[in-house]
């Protein structure tokens, strides 16, 4: 039987954000499974090609960014929560500005009073100076400046969980677009055809994108009985976050967060027994 937690209200705030990431998850497999966005053949004369171009149709839900941001908040407050409670654990009552620290900068991060040596405010030590030793060791190991190979883009995943967190309550809501995961096609008439097939990469689900091609001469659109599909998902738009270069699914995205902050809570609860 495992131990009583330690920091219940982070494991809350944790639980609260898989809760609600599941329920978003249902939500995006509807969605995509309504197939939303239309396939026609349209003619190139100048290129003398039929083509397959995708169209969107209808625009995603407006609450899904609400509940990401929520997703968020909940991850990066659970391990504030948990900062909170083992500071009252270890010190025996409450400290101000006391959290989790956030730092790329290691010489913020131990930035010290001249003449005294104790935490400036503006420190990351001076926000978990209440804490154990071993738990502000645990924590300094977390820092984005500790970090060499980070698992999204640039950031490592406490600062993805912060950056996220921040544009959300500070800036504007993130932004949601169709991924391309793949695409598929096949005549569905058994007759001669000569000439390519020619798949396009790169298409853009989000406008008006072309999939096939195939020569005029090699068949007409009735002949061939084309049947084209798209395989969408759901993902942050590259400008979401500093550490995208990419459109990421939001699956992807948001498991490594719950993961992450989840083995953060368990190294923390783990450093005071």
């Not at 705030?13 to 499974?33: D, S, T």
């Not at 967060?257 to 190294?267: A, S, T």
């Amino acid at each position: 039987m495992s131990e009583p937690t330690v920091i219940p209200s982070a494991r809350a705030k944790l639980n609260r954000a898989v809760e609600q990431f599941g329920g978003l998850q249902q939500e995006i497999r509807r969605f995509l499974e309504s197939n939303p966005y239309r396939v026609e053949c349209e003619r190139d004369p100048e290129a003398d090609e039929w083509v397959i171009v995708q169209y969107p149709v209808g625009d995603f839900p407006d609450h899904w960014t609400l509940v990401l941001g929520e997703i968020f908040y909940n991850l990066r407050s659970a391990l504030d929560h948990a900062v909170y409670a083992l500071t009252i654990l270890n010190h025996g009552t409450e400290l101000d500005c006391t959290e989790f620290p956030v730092f790329s900068d290691e010489a913020r991060f131990r930035d010290k009073k001249k003449g005294t040596g104790e935490p400036t405010k503006i420190s990351g030590l001076y926000r978990i100076r209440g804490l154990a030793k071993k738990t502000q060791a645990v924590i300094e190991s977390l820092q984005p400046f500790r970090i060499k190979n980070a698992p999204v883009g640039h950031l490592s995943t406490i600062a993805l969980v912060n950056e996220l967190c921040n544009i959300d309550k500070h800036r504007t809501l993130h932004l949601c677009r169709f991924a391309m995961s793949g695409q598929s096609f096949e005549p569905t008439k058994s007759m001669p055809f000569t000439g390519d097939i020619k798949l396009i990469i790169g298409a853009d689900p989000n406008q008006r994108a072309e999939l096939f091609r195939w020569p005029c001469w090699g068949a007409t659109p009735e002949e061939m009985g084309m049947k084209a599909k798209m395989h969408l998902d759901v993902a942050f738009d590259e400008r979401s976050a500093v550490g995208f270069t990419s459109p990421q699914p939001i699956g992807l995205i948001c498991n490594q967060l719950i993961r992450g902050v989840g083995e953060m809570l368990d190294q923390l609860e783990n450093s005071v027994r």
